[in-house]
């Protein structure tokens, strides 16, 4: 536990390493104040580098995000690719930022760190779409690259995002060996917000966005009929920086101009009009996109997130604006892709599809019934992005790879989520089904009654406890009554049924098992750093439960595939209630349940 006294010398701490005098002022403020626990909470611990990179609130403190936190994180990835990347200097590093409070400063200080390294350094002066730093990192053959943006995240955080040489998320071993390099080097080398404008090292990448919108119009298969299409799409940028971007887009498709939300289509880093600048929250999050579309006729309302890496959509059906989920999107984008696919003359039999592993499995069954190859990936496109490319070694085409939290990879210009490129595909592929006469929904009903009706629910249970989340987690593993006695002997004892029904799999990543493979290792990476247990049941229902890296959750995500949409949700119902019942118990924990 930490004394005042500690907390004093964490604060001189803080003020020799912090040249930023707004931040220096806060720390002085809170210790005049006397406001101990909060400087305890900013400066007791360190922000934590993962896969993710950085993400956390911009205030004042080793914990949060701030100039000198950003800077000693570059600086430790700049020694670490030093040691691990071949000709790092030479190839140097690609930086982007989006338009948040502190971003252009954060990535200015970031490019200072590499360049005092003498780094080479492709430095985006204006915002951008956050897949232009990965598509630029494999235009430049980079070393790295890092882009500064917490994507839908409220106002007042930011983030640090880093891509490896293959122009992928990272993924560990690399967390943690940045995480003990940025340890080795704390003390700020220079603290120069200009260096990256005049530094020979330095240089705007030109030409490759242009690059960008030549590749992505490679994916148009249908300019002619985007010309002459009268089907109208409203747009919401979310206050963020995709308008540009996605204008481009429709242009290099061939496609009429979009109908804009004025309100939110230039960047704004207060976020005005919404309370979370995520499109995934729901009509109220859409509520102006929907006013606009309704005020011009318009058939369909297209939204990026505010830093354009993903993707919601909304139709109007008989007078009411459905929302699509991530996984309906998935489907219909996945058989888009398959169509255009097999019409290009690539063999079904070398096209391959990837999905998280709590995404739908909707397009594991197309791939049943239709002959193609499909994987999971652990959640997040740095799984799915570098299990792409395992495949694409194999000489497999990847034809598309998603998400459930509306994130969709098309083509090969990125390994990552791109809500630009998904997008101008997507409207293509609606002006082809209204040329059918099929609104996107009927398409999706066409889908369902091929491969099945695909239901699916998702929420979770908030639990502040970490204790209880442990013992709700030692309890569906190791069994109701011997808990403690099968955890000593590593004796798995999984419930066999729930609401009744049969439990035909069980796979956990946390330990390492999976009753459906010959040796019961599961073939996903393992982690016993979080919980994930996946569940199937026999009534072709299948449920994950998981906790959250970030906040203080058990999350599930569940999905049963009926004969008819309205039996698939009755059951799954069921399961979903089971769930919260009788194997999370949430109310003898008193937790809450977001349903």
């Not at 289509?265 to 009009?273: A, E, L, Q, R, Y």
């Not at 996945?334 to 169509?339: I, L, R, S």
């Not at 204790?467 to 004892?493: D, M, P, W």
Request: aromatic letters at 10%; a negative charge.
């Amino acid at each position: 536990m930490l004394e005042k006294s500690d907390i004093a010398a964490l604060v001189q701490e803080w003020l020799q390493l912090d040249q930023n005098d707004e931040t220096r002022t806060e720390i002085t403020a809170l210790l005049e104040q006397g406001s101990y626990d909060e400087l305890k909470k900013r400066l007791g611990t360190r922000i934590e580098f993962g896969t993710a990179g950085l993400r956390s609130k911009m205030e004042a403190g080793f914990s949060r995000m701030n100039d000198l936190t950003v800077l000693q994180t570059s600086q430790g990835l700049a020694k670490y690719l030093l040691k691990t990347v071949h000709d790092a200097k030479e190839r140097g590093v690609v930086i982007g930022h989006d338009h948040r409070h502190h971003s252009e400063n954060f990535a200015r200080l970031t490019a200072t760190a590499f360049i005092t390294q003498g780094f080479r350094v492709w430095y985006y002066h204006d915002y951008i779409h956050t897949p232009l730093v990965p598509y630029t990192v494999k235009q430049k053959k980079a070393a790295a690259g890092i882009m500064i943006t917490a994507s839908h995240n409220p106002k007042q955080d930011n983030g640090y995002k880093v891509y490896w040489e293959n122009a992928c998320q990272i993924i560990p071993p690399h967390d943690k060996g940045i995480a003990k390099t940025i340890l080795d080097n704390l003390t700020p080398w220079s603290w120069d917000y200009k260096l990256v404008d005049t530094s020979d090292l330095a240089a705007e990448p030109e030409g490759v966005i242009d690059n960008y919108f030549k590749d992505l119009a490679g994916l148009s298969r249908f300019r002619s009929d985007n010309e002459k299409s009268t089907l109208k799409f409203t747009y919401t940028a979310m206050h963020g920086v995709g308008a540009p971007f996605a204008k481009r887009a429709f242009e290099v498709f061939g496609l009429p101009p979009f109908i804009e939300v004025e309100e939110q289509i230039k960047p704004d880093p207060d976020f005005s009009t919404v309370e979370f600048p995520n499109p995934e929250e729901g009509k109220g999050s859409l509520s102006l996109g929907i006013q606009t579309a309704d005020r011009n006729n318009a058939h369909l309302i297209v939204a990026n997130d505010p830093d354009a890496d993903r993707l919601a959509i909304a139709e109007k059906i008989n007078g009411e604006w459905k929302l699509f989920t991530g996984n309906q999107i998935g489907a219909v984008l996945g058989a888009a892709c398959f169509e255009k696919a097999k019409a290009s003359g690539i063999p079904i039999d070398k096209i391959a599809m990837v999905a998280s592993t709590v995404s739908s499995k909707f397009l594991a069954r197309m791939a049943e019934v239709e002959g193609f190859r499909f994987e999971e990936a652990l959640t997040g496109f740095k799984w799915i992005g570098n299990k792409s490319m395992d495949l694409e070694n194999e000489g497999y085409h990847l034809a598309f790879a998603y998400e459930e939290a509306i994130g969709f990879t098309i083509g090969d210009l990125v390994k990552d989520k791109d809500g630009i490129s998904a997008l101008a595909f997507f409207a293509e592929w609606a002006v082809q089904l209204n040329n059918r006469g099929l609104t996107v929904n009927q398409y999706l009903e066409t889908l369902y009654a091929k491969y099945g009706y695909f239901v699916s629910e998702n929420s979770y249970f908030i639990c502040d406890d970490k204790q209880v989340i442990k013992t709700i987690f030692e309890r569906i593993r190791y069994g109701h009554e011997q808990t403690q006695e099968n955890l000593k002997s590593g004796t798995y004892a999984y419930p066999t049924q729930i609401a009744g029904i049969p439990i035909i799999g069980v796979r956990d990543l946390t330990v390492g098992y999976d009753s459906n493979t010959p040796d019961n290792k599961p073939t996903l990476p393992v982690s016993s750093s979080s919980e994930m247990i996946t569940f199937r049941l026999k009534n072709n229902a299948v449920f994950t439960i998981r906790t959250s890296g970030t906040e203080p959750k058990i999350k599930y995500y569940s999905e049963l595939r009926g004969e008819s949409e309205e039996q698939a949700r009755k059951d799954l119902s069921q399961v979903v209630q089971a769930i919260g019942d009788e194997l999370v118990e949430y109310q003898q924990y008193d937790l809450v349940w977001r349903r």
